[in-house]
T-cell receptor, first 111, second 116 residues
Framework: AQSVTQLGSHVSVSEGALVLLRCNYSSSVPPYLFWYVQYPNQGLQLLLKYTSAATLVKGINGFEAEFKKSETSFHLTKPSAHMSDAAEYFCATGQRNKLVFGAGTILRVKS | DAGVIQSPRHEVTEMGQEVTLRCKPISGHNSLFWYRQTMMRGLELLIYFNNNVPIDDSGMPEDRFSAKMPNASFSTLKIQPSEPRDSAVYFC??????????????FGQGTRLTVV
């Protein structure tokens, strides 16, 4: 079965610093992969998705993710963190027409 | 489109009472998902429908939980009787799916359920 594992339940960065949120997938076939963001008391919003068209995927709010088959990874990055990026981030993969989510990573941005 | 609409946003009920959560998916979407989110268990898929038919309900925790989708624009998740451990945020999501999932799911704002 396809699944994703997010490394680190909490990540803390300073404003302006690089954001790196880690996600590894397990799949026997090329996966569809997604990153979602959840702001407090809100639903989940799609940041970006990988559908095999390109290994580097650009999303909203300056985020991007790179699909690395050799490492079975799909890490999320942003060059410079803003205070408004503080939220919980979920990696997800498609499995039989349904999304399977990782445990989530809470991003804290320090001023 | 207004997006996925859930109601109510908040629900407080007493143990033993019946609770019904409602969802209106995005028009034209053919799949609908109910998720539950808790601190302990994260996001769990409870059930999903495709073309109004339940496809996978393996995530439904107990017989106390039931879900229906009488038409393409409405779904309910019912808990009867409710228990304190059902307290969570329940999300509805919809998507347009084909043979393989390559389109994202759109989430509602969620219903925060508190059972006292």
């Amino acid at each position: 079965a396809q699944s994703v594992t997010q490394l680190g339940s909490h990540v803390s960065v300073s404003e302006g610093a690089l954001v790196l949120l880690r996600c590894n997938y397990s799949s026997s076939v090329p996966p569809y992969l997604f990153w979602y963001v959840q702001y407090p008391n809100q639903g989940l919003q799609l940041l970006l998705k990988y559908t095999s068209a390109a290994t580097l995927v650009k999303g909203i709010n300056g985020f991007e993710a790179e699909f690395k088959k050799s490492e079975t990874s799909f890490h999320l990055t942003k060059p410079s963190a803003h205070m408004s990026d503080a939220a919980e981030y979920f990696c997800a993969t498609g499995q039989r027409n349904k999304l399977v989510f990782g445990a989530g990573t809470i991003l804290r941005v320090k001023s | 489109d207004a997006g996925v609409i859930q109601s109510p946003r908040h629900e407080v009920t007493e143990m033993g009472q019946e609770v019904t959560l409602r969802c209106k998916p995005i028009s034209g979407h053919n799949s609908l998902f109910w998720y539950r989110q808790t601190m302990m268990r994260g996001l769990e898929l409870l059930i999903y429908f495709n073309n109004n038919v339940p496809i996978d309900d393996s995530g439904m925790p107990e017989d106390r939980f039931s879900a229906k989708m009488p038409n393409a624009s409405f779904s309910t998740l019912k808990i009867q009787p409710s228990e304190p451990r059902d307290s969570a945020v329940y999300f509805c999501a919809s998507s347009l799916t084909g043979p393989r999932l390559n389109t994202e799911a759109f989430f509602g704002q969620g219903t925060r359920l508190t059972v006292v």
